[in-house]
């Protein structure tokens, strides 16, 4: 894997849990607008909208450099839309990344995989 792939990688995975984090205090400030005086949904429609803009760009980015297949790109855009979908996203790209740099180790110092 080359450097820029891996800044992909690494721009998603640090996007995906604040977006996540962003999206449940959203969902939590409209049940608040709902129920109370209080109302911070547009301040936290703001901050939500930038980051999952942020979070579309990134992963358009990695798609297109880590030449995902469109199933893999779909998962990983569906995990943007559901509540905690960014959290599990985190968790797989960085199994992903250190994945890719054990592959990336293993091919530079000549080891070759037997199955």
């Given at each position: 894997m080359d450097i820029k792939t891996a800044s992909?990688?690494?721009?998603?995975?640090?996007?995906?849990?604040?977006e996540a984090a962003s999206f449940l205090i959203l969902l939590v400030c409209s049940v608040l607008k709902?129920?109370?005086d209080f109302n911070a949904v547009p301040v936290?429609?703001?901050?939500?909208?930038v980051l999952f803009i942020l979070y579309v760009i990134f992963w358009a980015d990695a798609w297109n450099r880590t030449k995902w297949g469109a199933k893999t790109a779909a998962f990983y855009?569906?995990?943007s839309v559901l509540p905690t979908g960014g959290?599990?996203?985190?968790?797989?790209?960085?199994?992903e990344a250190e994945n890719a740099v054990i592959a990336s180790r293993a091919r530079r110092e000549g080891v070759v995989e037997t199955s």
């Open positions: 992909a990688l690494r721009r998603l995975r640090l996007i995906s849990a604040p709902r129920t109370t936290m429609g703001y901050v939500h909208a855009f569906v995990l959290f599990f996203a985190e968790r797989r790209l960085r199994h």
